[in-house]
């Protein structure tokens, strides 16, 4: 049984398409994520939800609109994709936003890449 | 802020020895949690480990142990009896408590473990 789901695991598409990847988390966590996942393998946060209520937005390009319709749920949409929108976007989730271990729970990524 | 620092690209250690990844970070929090997550080529993020700052006693999981020098702002990571599927990017990441709870990572260090 999955503990943070993602889909799709493999997205290709053209320049200046929309696309939205989905996350969910059966953990019963308050907080959800999302980092990219860059060529050379750095991992930098995007997002994070708290409640379905938005805690963090990192200097991320308008384009990207995260949407949390309920805890359990993280989605990503992006707009007029890029092709440095090319990466891997991993969700993530963790129990608490203040305090708990820190410990984050990940997806297993979905591979996006912009011809 | 935070900054995390893995100073080893690349790193390999033959089969059933030890090895020792380095990572030194910078936080002006007092609290804080360390972290040490696997990436396989599967891509799925593993935690293997970790610290609560607060902690003297440096953290085991069975093969893996770490060194935590908090004045130094060092926290190694070691693999004892390395194994084949510890072939892996490792990690080092840092979730500083009391603030905005996010998970800031490394550039992270290839482990070759060769047969």
Known sequence: DTAVSQTPKYLVTQMGNDKSIKCEQNLGHDTMYWYKQDSKKFLKIMFSYNNKELIINETVPNRFSPKSPDKAHLNLHINSLELGDSAVYFCASSPTHFGGTGELFFGEGSRLTVL | ?115
């Open chain 2, 1 to 115: 802020a935070q900054t995390v620092t893995q100073s080893q690209p690349e790193m390999s250690v033959q089969e059933a020895e030890t090895v020792t990844l380095s990572c030194t970070y910078d936080t002006s929090e007092s609290n804080y949690y360390l972290f040490w997550y696997k990436q396989p080529p599967s891509r799925q993020m593993i935690l293997v480990i970790r610290q609560e700052a607060y902690k003297q006693q440096n953290a085991t999981e069975n093969r893996f142990s770490v060194n935590f020098q908090k004045a130094a702002k060092s926290f190694s990571l070691k693999i004892s009896d390395s194994q084949l599927g510890d072939t892996a990017m490792y990690f080092c990441a840092i979730n500083p408590q009391g603030g905005s709870e996010k998970l800031v990572f490394g550039k992270g260090t290839k482990l070759t473990v060769n047969p």
